[in-house]
């Protein structure tokens, strides 16, 4: 079976929205991305994963526990990402130095060019956190915008869709 953590609401009403799941299969993580993680690895082998990347990022530099006053932000880190794509764009390269959020680089974005840079990010935080709970579960990443709208899917996730493991509404 399948448990999908989120880390708040934002998550949670994009995992209802997007995923044929009962709200029980729900489960809000807040900041504590790590110990849920672990905890839920020993009950399910399936964990799906929804939220923002502003919080799930953070997982790549090595936060388990996202609170920003515990974590590092994710912003430079996506800058500096999208930076890397974009080198030649000077429209968005200026638009992204100037996004003072996450969520401000995401709308820098077209739909496709989210999909673009968020779907291998999403894969690189199932593999850490993978790797995190020492392969005792699968785990399935969605990044999403705080419009609800999936923005990134990483591998596992995208072949969770496929088989219909976790259905789509």
Not at 76 to 97: D, G
Not at 119 to 147: C, F, T, W
């Amino acid at each position: 079976s399948v448990v999908v953590l989120v880390p708040g609401n934002i998550g949670g009403k994009a995992a209802l929205n997007r995923y044929d799941v009962s709200e029980e299969q729900v489960i809000q993580m807040s900041n504590y991305i790590g110990y849920m993680v672990r905890h839920a690895a020993k009950h399910f082998n399936k964990i799906m994963i929804f939220g923002h990347p502003g919080k799930l990022l953070k997982v790549l530099l090595g936060c388990y526990n996202t609170h920003s006053q515990k974590s590092l932000s994710a912003l430079p880190y996506i800058k500096k990402y999208v930076s890397r794509f974009y080198r030649y764009n000077t429209a968005v390269l200026h638009a992204v130095s100037m996004s003072a959020t996450v969520e401000g680089v995401v709308e820098c974005l077209s739909e496709e060019e989210r999909f673009t840079l968020f779907n291998p990010l999403s894969s690189q935080i199932e593999s850490n956190l993978k790797l995190y709970v020492h392969n005792r579960a699968e785990i399935g990443v969605g990044l999403i915008d705080m419009n609800y709208n999936c923005i990134g899917l990483g591998e596992k996730a995208l072949a969770w869709e496929d088989e219909q493991c976790l259905e789509l509404r």
